[in-house]
C-alpha cells in the first residue's frame, strides 16, 4: 500500500465523521419509542378457517368466552409447554362449567400463536404489548386474571418520528 493511497482513505474518512458529527441521530433507542401504531391483535378465524394478522406480544383471555376445552393447552403442549390449565373455582361463567381457565408462563413462551389458532371461541388473543421484561422468573407467570386485564388502547408515543427521504426516520426532538 501507497502512502498517498492510505491518507486519500485516511482524509475520506475523517471527513465521513466529521460530515455525521453535526447531524441529528437517525435511530431512536428503546425506551423512548414504544410506538404501537394500532392495537390490532393476532387471532384466528375457525370460521373462514384463517389468521387474522396483528401482533404477537402478551396473551388476552376473554373469560366470558372460554369453555375450558383445553385446546390451547394441546396446541401448546409439544412445543413449549407454556400454557397451564388453572381451576378457578370461585369464578361463575355458565360456559365454562370445569371452571379452569389458561394460565401463561412466558419464561417458555415462544409467541408461536398456535394457542390463539386452537381456540375455536375467539377467547384468546395476542396483543401488542411486548414489554415482558422481569428481574424475577416468577413474574412471567400470568395467572388467568392477568391475561383477563386488557391491554391499554393506543399508549402515547414517547418519541416524535420525522420521515426523511435523504436520512430516514429520525428523532425531532
Same mark, same amino acid.
Given at each position: 500500500?501507497k502512502?498517498?493511497?492510505?491518507?486519500?482513505?485516511?482524509m475520506?474518512?475523517?471527513n465521513?465523521?466529521?460530515?455525521?458529527?453535526?447531524?441529528?441521530?437517525?435511530t431512536?433507542?428503546?425506551p423512548?419509542?414504544?410506538?404501537?401504531?394500532?392495537?390490532?391483535m393476532?387471532?384466528?378465524?375457525?370460521?373462514k378457517?384463517?389468521?387474522?394478522?396483528g401482533?404477537?406480544?402478551?396473551?388476552?383471555?376473554?373469560m366470558?368466552k372460554?369453555?375450558?376445552?383445553?385446546l390451547? +393447552?394441546?396446541?401448546?403442549?409439544?412445543? @413449549?409447554?407454556?400454557?397451564e390449565?388453572? &381451576?378457578l %373455582?370461585?369464578t361463575?361463567?355458565?360456559?365454562?362449567?370445569?371452571?379452569?381457565?389458561?394460565?401463561?408462563?412466558?419464561?417458555?413462551?415462544v409467541?408461536c400463536?398456535?394457542c390463539?389458532d386452537?381456540c375455536?371461541?375467539?377467547a384468546?388473543?395476542?396483543?401488542?404489548v411486548?414489554?415482558?421484561s422481569e428481574?424475577?422468573r416468577?413474574?412471567? +407467570?400470568?395467572s388467568?386474571?392477568?391475561l @383477563?386485564?386488557p391491554?391499554a388502547v393506543? &399508549?402515547? %408515543?414517547?418519541?416524535?418520528?420525522?420521515?426523511?427521504?435523504?436520512?430516514?426516520?429520525?428523532?425531532?426532538?
Amino acid at each position: 500500500m501507497k502512502i498517498t493511497e492510505f491518507v486519500k482513505g485516511f482524509m475520506i474518512s475523517v471527513n465521513t465523521g466529521i460530515q455525521h458529527l453535526f447531524r441529528k441521530r437517525m435511530t431512536t433507542m428503546y425506551p423512548e419509542t414504544q410506538n404501537y401504531p394500532t392495537l390490532d391483535m393476532y387471532a384466528y378465524d375457525p370460521r373462514k378457517g384463517i389468521a387474522v394478522s396483528g401482533w404477537r406480544g402478551r396473551h388476552y383471555l376473554d373469560m366470558t368466552k372460554c369453555t375450558g376445552c383445553q385446546l390451547c +393447552y394441546i396446541a401448546c403442549e409439544n412445543i @413449549s409447554e407454556a400454557i397451564e390449565m388453572v &381451576p378457578l %373455582p370461585e369464578t361463575n361463567y355458565p360456559q365454562n362449567k370445569k371452571k379452569i381457565f389458561p394460565a401463561v408462563d412466558y419464561g417458555r413462551c415462544v409467541f408461536c400463536g398456535f394457542c390463539v389458532d386452537a381456540c375455536p371461541f375467539y377467547a384468546l388473543y395476542m396483543t401488542p404489548v411486548a414489554e415482558l421484561s422481569e428481574y424475577d422468573r416468577n413474574d412471567l +407467570y400470568y395467572s388467568p386474571y392477568e391475561l @383477563s386485564k386488557p391491554p391499554a388502547v393506543n &399508549p402515547t %408515543p414517547r418519541a416524535k418520528e420525522k420521515i426523511d427521504i435523504k436520512r430516514g426516520v429520525y428523532d425531532e426532538r
